[in-house]
């Protein structure tokens, strides 16, 4: 922000300075020859112009020295020395240190929360809490009456059970291949 206003101030007075020390360009109309452009001194004072000439120079040596003091202050900053990549290193190392003193305290908040039994009790006490609670506990009670469930219908079907059923299936399912091979026949006859 400081380089900033310096460039800006720079600005102004190299345009304060060609001001002063320019010509001035007017516009005719049409009898300038070619152009049309008719050039005429400065009218101000020279005393005026050398006062103004001694203060652009002023500023412009007061300018300088702050963009040294700038310079200066730059290289003061820590870590202007290393390399892009080392930079970049530095800052993932930092980031790193950062999530870990973030998860170190987070355990530690924590573990002073979850020890203390009054406040264990409050949130045990909570609304929310109880139909976490209740969530969970039927949730869980339906896992274990699926699981029940599915073991006792493979207790109850015993093997031979299972075998007359592939029986059953497997001549209806023979009996529709003969039919449709037989029809089939028919239509390639007919």
Known sequence: MYLLEIRLRMQCLRHYYDKTM???VTRESGSQGATGLQFEKDTADISQRKADSQEAS???LELHKKIDIARELVKKIEGIDLTPEDQLKQ???LRQQLELKR????KILMGRFLNDPHLVHKLSESPLMKRAAQIVVGAYLKGKEAGENFVRSETTTNAADRIDKF???FKE????ELENLKKGEER???
């Open 58 to 60: 002023q500023k412009l």
């Open 103 to 106: 998860s170190l305290l987070l």
């Open 173 to 176: 399912e023979l009996k529709k």
């Open 22 to 24: 320019s010509e001035k």
């Open 91 to 93: 800052i993932e190392n």
């Open 188 to 190: 390639k006859k007919s």
């Open 167 to 169: 029986k059953i299936t």
